[in-house]
C-alpha cells in the first residue's frame, strides 16, 4: 500500500509481520482482558498440570521431581482408578451416545410442532439442564426404602418383594447414574439442534419431493442432516465432553466414595486426590490422562462426522 | 403461510406422526416429573410426601415447608440475608462481566483478520473439548498464588474466561454484515466506537444467551475450594447445609431445590427465542 522508495521494495516476512500487529493493535486491545485471563485460568492450568504430574507435591514442600512414577503408579498400582476409568468409561459410552441421538431425536420431532408447542416442549426438555439441584429428586425416587417412588412403584405392581438399594447395591448405581445423567444431557446441543432444525431452507424440501423424496425418513437423511453439518459437530464436541466428565451426579447421588467404588469416576478420583488428599502430582497425572482421553475422543469423532455424507 | 404449513406436512404420514409424538409425550413427561414432583414437593405437607402413588399435584397446598426453611434460616449464625449478597454479588458481576469481556473479544475474532487469530480461536475450540475439572488442581495453585483464595474473583475471574461464551459469541458475531462495519469506519469511527455503538447492540440474543450459560453456573455454586470464610459464603452453600440430613428435610429439601430451580428457568422462559436464535450460529466446522 504505501509506496517510500527510501524503503527496501519488498518487506522481510518478520517485517511484514511486525507491520500487520502494529496495524491490529486496537484488536490486541479488546481481545487482552480475556486472552489473559483464559491463558491464565484454562491454557496455563494445562501445562502446568503435565509439568506436576511428574513430581510429588503436596502444597506444602515445594514439588519434587519423580519422573513417571505417578503414571506407573495410576496404572499399574491403583486398583480403584482402573475401576474408575471403567466406569468412566461405561459411562461415557452409554450416555454420550444416547444423549447425543435424544437430543437430535427430540430437537426433529419438536420441530414438527407449531410454534407453541415448540417453545413449550424445548423448555420442558432443556429445563433439568438448568435446574441447579433439583436432580436431587431423584434421591426421592430412588430411595432404598419402600416409600421411594421407583421401590414403591415396582412393588406394587408385582415386579419385586423387597426394595431394592438403588444408591448403595453396586449393580444398579450405574444404572442410576445413567439415568439421572441422561435426564440432564439436553443442554446446550439440544438448543444448537432446535436451532439448526429451524434454519434449514425450505426449498431444500420441496426440491427433495420434487426429486422423489418420499418419507421423512429419506427427507432426515438426504437433506436435514446435511444441512445441519455444523450444528451437529458442535453438539458432538458437548456431549462427549460431558459424558467423560460425570462426577457431581455420581457424588450426590450414590456417595463419594460410594459402595465398593461403583459409582466412582476419573473426574470423582481426581477430586479424591486433589481436594482430599492434596497428593497434586498425583491428582494432575489422573487429569493429564483425562484431558488426553477427552481431546482424542474429541478429535476421533470429529474426523468421523466429517466424513458422513461425504 | 399456508403455502409453508403444507409444504412442511409434505411426505409425512399419520401412523408415523402418532408413534412418534408418543415418544415424544413419553419422554416429555419423564423429563418434566422430576421437576413437577420438585415443585408439588415443595409445597406438600410431610404426610402428603410419601405417599403413594406421589401425587403430582399436593392435596392441601402448604407453605410449612418456606416456613421450616424460614426458621432453618433464622437460626443460621451468619445472616442469610448475607449469603444472598454474596451470591447475587459473584452472578451479577461475573455474568457482566463475561458478557462484556468475552464480546470484546469475540469482536475482532469474528470480524478480522491479524496475526494470531487463527490459533488463538483454535485454542478456544480446543478447549471446549476438555471438562473445566481437568484444570482444577493447577486452578487451585494459581488462584492461590495471585492470592485470591477466600474472595469472591476466585470464583468470578476464571468464570469469566469461559470459552463457550466466547465461542458462541464469536460464531454470532460472524454473521453481522462487513459493510456495515466497513460503513461506520468510512465516517471514522473508531474500533471501539464500532464495538460499543454497532455490534454490541446487534448481538443482544447472544448477551442473553451467554447470561443463562453462566448465570445457571454462578447461581448454583458454592464457592468449593475457594471460599472459606463463613460470611463470604454463596447462597447456594448454605442452602445445601440446611437442606443435608435425612429423608425428615424432604420438605426443607424440596422447598431449597424450587427456589434454586425457580430462577433460572424463568430467565430461560422470558429468553427462549433469542437464546434459540444464537445458537443457529454455534456451528463448526
Redesign the interface.
Known amino acids: 500500500m504505501e509506496s517510500n522508495v527510501n524503503a527496501t521494495p519488498i518487506l522481510s516476512k518478520k517485517e511484514l509481520?511486525w507491520k500487520?500487529?502494529k496495524?491490529?493493535k486496537?484488536?490486541?486491545v479488546?481481545?487482552a482482558?480475556?486472552?489473559i485471563?483464559?491463558l491464565?485460568?484454562?491454557?496455563?492450568?494445562?501445562i502446568?498440570?503435565l509439568g506436576?504430574s511428574f513430581s510429588y507435591f503436596n502444597?506444602l514442600e515445594p514439588p519434587r521431581f519423580i519422573g513417571l512414577d505417578n503414571y506407573i503408579k495410576l496404572f499399574l498400582e491403583d486398583d480403584v482408578f482402573i475401576i474408575a476409568l471403567r466406569n468412566t468409561l461405561i459411562l461415557a459410552v452409554v450416555t454420550g451416545p444416547v444423549s447425543y441421538l435424544?437430543a437430535f431425536?427430540?430437537a426433529w420431532?419438536?420441530n414438527?410442532l407449531g410454534p407453541k408447542l415448540r417453545?413449550f416442549?424445548?423448555?420442558?426438555?432443556?429445563?433439568?439442564s438448568?435446574?441447579?439441584?433439583?436432580?436431587?429428586?431423584?434421591l426421592?425416587?430412588f430411595?432404598g426404602?419402600v416409600?421411594g417412588?421407583a421401590n414403591?412403584?415396582l412393588i406394587?405392581y408385582g415386579f419385586i418383594d423387597n426394595p431394592l438399594q438403588w444408591l448403595k447395591d453396586p449393580d444398579y448405581m450405574l444404572l442410576v447414574i445413567i439415568i439421572v445423567q441422561l435426564?440432564l444431557s439436553?443442554g446446550?446441543s439440544f438448543?444448537?439442534f432446535?436451532?439448526?432444525l429451524?434454519?434449514v431452507d425450505?426449498t431444500l424440501?420441496?426440491a427433495g419431493?420434487v426429486d422423489g423424496?418420499?418419507?421423512?425418513w429419506?427427507?432426515l437423511w438426504f437433506i436435514t442432516l446435511p444441512s445441519m453439518?455444523?450444528?451437529l459437530?458442535?453438539g458432538a464436541?458437548?456431549q462427549?465432553?460431558?459424558s467423560?466428565?460425570i462426577?457431581a451426579v455420581s457424588m450426590q447421588l450414590v456417595g463419594f466414595p460410594s459402595v465398593q467404588y461403583a459409582g466412582h469416576t476419573i473426574?470423582t478420583h481426581?477430586?479424591d486426590f486433589?481436594?482430599v488428599r492434596y497428593d497434586?502430582g498425583y491428582?494432575?497425572a489422573i487429569?493429564t490422562v483425562?484431558?488426553l482421553i477427552?481431546?482424542s475422543t474429541?478429535?476421533i469423532v470429529r474426523q468421523v462426522l466429517r466424513k458422513v455424507g461425504n | 403461510m399456508k403455502f409453508l404449513t403444507k409444504t412442511r406436512r409434505l411426505n409425512r404420514s399419520l401412523g408415523g406422526d402418532i408413534f412418534l409424538f408418543s415418544i415424544l409425550l413419553i419422554f416429555g413427561f419423564f423429563s418434566a416429573y422430576p421437576l413437577i414432583m420438585t415443585a408439588s414437593n415443595a409445597f406438600k405437607p410431610l404426610d402428603e410426601l410419601f405417599l403413594f402413588p406421589p401425587r403430582l399435584l399436593p392435596r392441601n397446598l402448604t407453605l410449612e415447608n418456606f416456613r421450616d426453611l424460614s426458621e432453618l434460616i433464622g437460626n443460621s449464625w451468619v445472616p442469610f440475608s448475607r449469603y444472598f449478597f454474596n451470591t447475587i454479588l459473584i452472578t451479577s458481576i461475573g455474568t457482566i462481566g463475561h458478557v462484556i469481556i468475552a464480546s470484546m473479544a469475540a469482536f475482532p475474532l469474528a470480524k478480522y483478520k491479524f496475526p494470531g487469530r487463527a490459533i488463538f480461536f483454535t485454542l478456544v475450540v480446543y478447549s471446549l473439548m476438555f471438562a473445566p475439572q481437568v484444570t482444577a488442581t493447577p486452578n487451585y495453585i494459581i488462584i492461590s498464588g495471585i492470592g485470591l483464595i477466600d474472595t469472591p474473583s476466585a470464583i468470578i475471574l476464571p468464570a469469566i474466561a469461559s470459552s463457550l461464551g466466547l465461542y458462541l459469541m464469536k460464531q454470532f458475531m460472524s454473521q453481522i454484515p462487513d459493510e456495515l462495519i466497513e460503513s461506520a469506519k468510512i465516517d471514522g469511527a473508531s474500533e471501539y466506537r464500532i464495538f460499543f455503538q454497532i455490534v454490541m447492540p446487534l448481538v443482544k440474543p447472544a448477551w442473553l444467551t451467554l447470561i443463562i450459560l453462566l448465570f445457571q453456573r454462578l447461581w448454583t455454586t458454592d464457592g468449593g475450594n475457594f471460599i472459606f470464610s463463613e460470611e463470604l459464603k454463596p447462597v447456594s452453600y448454605a442452602l445445601r447445609q440446611i437442606a443435608q440430613g435425612t429423608i425428615e428435610r424432604a420438605g426443607t429439601i424440596a422447598a431449597v431445590a424450587f427456589i434454586m430451580m425457580i430462577v433460572p428457568v424463568t430467565f430461560f422462559i422470558l429468553s427462549q427465542s433469542k437464546v434459540v436464535e444464537t445458537f443457529s450460529h454455534s456451528g463448526m466446522k
Open positions: 509481520l500487520n500487529i496495524k491490529s486496537h484488536y490486541y479488546l481481545m482482558p480475556y486472552a485471563l483464559f491464565t485460568f484454562t491454557i496455563v492450568p494445562v502446568m498440570s506436576i502444597l435424544m431425536v427430540f420431532l419438536i414438527e417453545s416442549l424445548t423448555l420442558v426438555f432443556y429445563a433439568p438448568i435446574s441447579g439441584n433439583a436432580f436431587l429428586m431423584w426421592l425416587i430411595s426404602d416409600h417412588y414403591a412403584f406394587r435426564w439436553l446446550v438448543l444448537a432446535i436451532a439448526g429451524q434454519s425450505r424440501y420441496e419431493a423424496i418420499k418419507n421423512r429419506q427427507e453439518k455444523p450444528q459437530m458442535f464436541v458437548m462427549i465432553t460431558t467423560l466428565a462426577a473426574v481426581l477430586i486433589g481436594t497434586l491428582a494432575s487429569a483425562l484431558f477427552m481431546i474429541n478429535l
